[in-house]
């Protein structure tokens, strides 16, 4: 009997090396892609950057706090001397009503490739305040400085004041005045005299104010009073409603939107009056934020963490093709086909600052795809594997490209399709010769007849 032609280690477990060996380009291939994503982080630093300076020159985001009345007493204290002293304190107060009915009027200005969402606002600020009721804090009515009450409202940056200011109180108006007095509620804004009080029988105030201010990217407001009621509107059709509160109704169309909020004191967590500590207001704020369409770092972001599934999948639809082929493809070839999956995120990065994130998907898919594809033709040397490639990764990226799309729905579809994906290369390597037995049936049978 002749013996049976002696096989290697090598040759045995060629497939399992090969394998091996595929998936350590996988990893490799990772490294370039943690250098784009450093890249994405990078551009949307300098986007920020750009919109802080434009903001600068311009008005930063805007929080309106108030109104609220600033009532000073005096307070008689001992000293450690013994001594008895008068020392002002101040007590704060805030509206039973707050009405406030605006339109925003939305910029886009440019500077370099980037686009800042600026806006000019018409807010029309009334309500009623009650007269302070200083016993209910245990100050004596004698104590109180009722001629130098202050009407303020807290503004985040008052380079935003378009006009001058003038508060309507009941039948009277005066001019407001910038600044706010110290206190602890807001560090800037404006304010006015409020002596209404002084007069005999005054038992509540009802005021009006018409605010033109300006911004950037967003408006919010403070639920300050027991009823805060809050009607805005913008010729803006990608708003972003946020903070404590949605609106109780709301309307969106590719015109503009319409928001309604209405919140009462017993949603929040701030007394209606208090003495010389702080109150956290800020943490109650809505009101809405002006995107400049959906982000296109941070789809662009999105779309870098997949390239893991992008990478893996590709270099395995190649080890397949190369078992059923019974073509040897080199791990330089590999490492080509991965730079140029590598090079799709930072074809879609580029364009995207031009074109937008849609319009440079397309354009980096086909470029990619193209490229892969015609490779694959000279690889293998035939047309028909190219087109399967070529109809496989186009279903690829339609498929990420609607993850990317989905909010709601994204981890149900993704599950859905990477299973799909899963049950078709299960079914196609049921084909593959992994322990290469056929090929030694071969070798034994022609031995045999010889």
Sequence with gaps: MEAKPSVSFWQRNAVLIKAIVVGFLILVLLIPNAFITDLVRERQQRQTEVITEVSSKWASAQTITGPFLLVPYKEMVTTEKGKTEAVRKLAYFLPDQLKVNGTLFPEIRHRSIFQIVLYKSDLQVSGVFQKPDMAALGIPAENVFWNEVSFCVGLTDNRGIAEALRLRVNEEETDMNAGVPENMLAASGVNAPMSVFTKQGMSQASFSLRLQLK????????????????????????????????????????????????????????????????????????????????????????????????????????????????????????????????????????????????????????????????????????????????????????????????????????????????????????????????????????????
């Design 215 to 450: 911004g950037s990217e967003r408006l919010y407001f403070t639920p300050v009073a027991k009823e805060t009621d809050v009607q805005l509107s913008a010729s803006f059709s990608n708003p972003s409603f946020d903070g404590k509160f949605l609106p109780v109704a709301s309307s969106l169309s590719d015109t503009g939107f319409k928001a309604h909020w209405n919140v009462l004191h017993f949603t929040r967590d701030i007394p209606q009056s208090w003495t010389n500590r702080e109150v956290d207001v800020d943490k109650h704020e809505f009101g809405v934020q002006l995107l400049q369409g959906v982000d296109s770092y941070s789809k662009t972001m999105r779309t870098v963490k997949y390239a893991l599934l992008f990478i893996s999948l590709t270099f395995f639809l190649f080890f397949f093709i190369e078992l059923l082929k019974k073509t040897s493809v080199h791990p330089l070839q590999y490492i080509l086909v991965g730079f140029a999956l590598s090079i799709f995120y930072t074809l879609l990065l580029s364009i995207g600052e031009y074109t937008g994130f849609n319009s440079a998907y397309l354009i980096a898919t086909v470029a990619t795809v193209g490229l892969i594809t015609f490779y694959t033709r000279s690889v293998f040397g035939q047309w028909p594997v190219a087109i399967a490639l070529f109809v496989f990764l186009t279903a690829l990226y339609s498929f990420i490209y609607i993850l990317i799309q989905l909010q709601d729905g994204a981890l149900l579809f993704g599950s859905i399709g990477l299973f799909v994906l899963l049950a078709i290369v299960m079914y196609y390597s049921r084909k593959v010769d992994w322990y290469g037995t056929k090929k030694e049936t071969e070798a034994e049978l022609n031995s045999h007849q010889q």
